[in-house]
């Protein structure tokens, strides 16, 4: 199994810069990878490991001159992983799914997007043709559809608040923010909250991409969410880094009504 000592480390970015003449193509332009170091399994998928059992992925995508990060997560248990969020790409999806058989293991035995847009689902047919399904909340898949990107399969039943999908992973939708349909996932053994793009990173300067928020409703359903969960010991946003506090950064940014320049509102 690879480690993250076998890599060198990937410096963080902090600020947005357009990628340079001769620059590693793959490594983000804006915000950061998810920790410092990861893995890097291919030029633009890195991982590495959060909790027994958990894994943080980060994928990179090339979007109007800059190179975006976005996080997803792997959980394992007795030879199945569940898989969180695809990467942009069905390239990202075969890679990780390659890497979770080879080092891991394990087979994916579900993947679940947390909400419509393509870091979330970019790689749902590229599952789909390996056998694999992809699910989510129903509101996500008629998005998906009608904006004509891979489309996982609905989940019947879940309409609000909290969703049990398997024995260590817990779906919850609080309400609109990033999105009409953005979700979170909860896992209770090591007390992670996966927030998607809902959360914004420490390091974010803005809101990100606001084309399809809710603004007036964001800050009262992250509040929703709270109090569901109010202590996780780790908080992993969509985009960027772990470190910090995201929650309260996410709350900061929807009180300042900080949208971006319009340069940079694609993530």
């Known amino acids: 199994m690879s480690c993250a000592c076998c890599v060198a480390p990937v410096a963080a970015r902090f600020v947005a810069s357009a990628v340079a003449a001769g620059a590693d193509p793959g490594v983000p332009t804006i915000l950061e990878l998810g920790l410092n170091p990861m893995t890097r399994i291919a030029p633009t998928v ?113 309409v609000e608040g909290a969703f049990p999908l398997a024995e260590n992973c817990e779906l919850f939708y609080g309400g609109a923010g990033h999105t009409r349909d953005n979700i979170v996932v ?41 109090t569901r969960y109010p202590t996780p010991k780790i908080v992993a946003p969509g985009h960027g880094a772990l470190a910090g506090d995201s929650i309260a950064r996410t709350l900061a940014l929807l009180a300042k009504g900080k949208a971006p320049p319009a340069a940079s509102s694609q993530r």
């Open 186 to 226: 909860f896992v209770p053994d090591a007390q992670i909250l996966y927030g998607g793009c809902f959360l914004k990173s420490a390091t974010s300067a803005d809101l990100g991409n606001v084309a399809d928020a809710v603004m007036g409703d964001w800050a009262a359903s992250v509040e929703t969410m709270r």
């Open 46 to 158: 890195w991982v590495a490991q959060i909790a027994p059992h958990v894994w943080l992925h980060t994928t990179t995508h090339p979007i109007g001159g800059f190179v975006y990060p976005a996080n997803g997560l792997i959980l394992t248990r007795e030879g199945d992983a569940l898989l969180i969020d695809t990467g942009w790409t069905p390239e990202q999806a075969r890679v990780l799914a390659g890497w979770i058989a080879s080092d891991l293991k394990a087979r994916i035995s579900l993947a679940v997007a947390t909400h419509y847009h393509s870091d979330r689902t970019g790689g749902v047919d590229a599952l789909k043709a390996l056998g694999v399904r992809s699910v989510a909340h129903p509101l996500t898949c008629r998005l998906a559809r009608e904006h004509g990107l891979p489309t996982p399969e609905p989940l019947i039943g879940f």
